[in-house]
């Protein structure tokens, strides 16, 4: 659900949708990763089911390689990030970052309940690996094979309940994929923008930092408690 507000420096009405939308974009541009690079818009064109069928693997390689769908998922996820229902909802199923949510999932029997532990863990790597650890900067490709195990699991989970393929497992297994791509343009995001969550409060950098500290000091207490 995309949230109004005011910039408080301008007094410009924005939705946080459309704020994290062109700050992501941005820092995209701003590494020169293209959305869509390698993809060809007209191999299926006038392509026959016969055809299809014989050219899944390349079509499928070919439908990976389109992004702006994974643009639009990583925006809502930065968007959730202010609204207190989704963050109560995903803190019920988080794990610590050094532990396995893969160890939660097997306790669970419901096909839904694991496919949202896998994604819920995958999405708070992504962000907490590209935005919020204190030590963004200095951990590398640190934890990046969990995050690829967590949302190509999340993509398995989905596909097990829906009987298939779908536009959503598809984002989730693009992100398994490229996830330590993703990781720095989030990186890139947050250390281009003087403050990249100035619709909340503007921040100076130091206080930035401290929230950064704080908010994963929390998460990482409550978990291990």
């Known amino acids: 659900m995309a949230i109004k507000f005011k ?3 301008t007094g410009e009405v924005e939705t946080t949708e459309w704020f994290f939308f062109n700050q992501f974009m941005n820092a995209r541009i701003d590494r020169g990763e293209d959305s869509n ?4 818009p007209i191999l299926e064109v006038g392509r026959g089911q016969a055809w299809l069928e014989s050219h ?6 070919n439908e990976m390689k389109y992004d702006e769908d994974v643009n639009q998922y990583i925006t809502l996820v930065l968007a959730e990030l202010v609204n207190p229902k989704s963050l109560a909802l995903a803190n019920k199923y988080l794990v ?4 396995d949510a893969g160890q939660v999932a097997t306790d669970l029997e419901e096909r839904s309940k694991k496919y949202f532990v896998y994604k819920v863990n995958a999405d708070f790597l992504l962000l907490n690996l590209g935005l919020f650890n204190p030590d963004t900067n200095l951990l590398g490709t640190a934890y990046f ?3 690829e195990s967590y949302y190509f699991s999340a993509a ?9 393929r779908s536009g959503q497992s598809d984002v989730l297994e693009k992100l398994s994929l490229k996830f330590g791509k993703y990781v720095e343009i989030l990186r890139h995001m947050k250390n281009s923008a003087d403050n990249y969550l100035s619709f909340h409060f503007k ?4 206080e930035m930092k401290q929230m950064e500290a704080t ?3 929390a998460v990482q207490k409550r978990k291990s408690s």
């Open 7 to 9: 910039h408080i420096d």
């Open 56 to 61: 899944w693997q390349e079509t499928k390689a």
């Open 215 to 217: 908010l994963t000091q």
């Open 203 to 206: 921040f100076q950098k130091i």
């Open 96 to 99: 610590n970052l050094k532990s």
């Open 37 to 40: 690079s390698g993809y060809d």
């Open 156 to 164: 398995s989970s989905l596909k097990a309940i829906t009987g298939g």
């Open 145 to 147: 094979d969990k995050g």
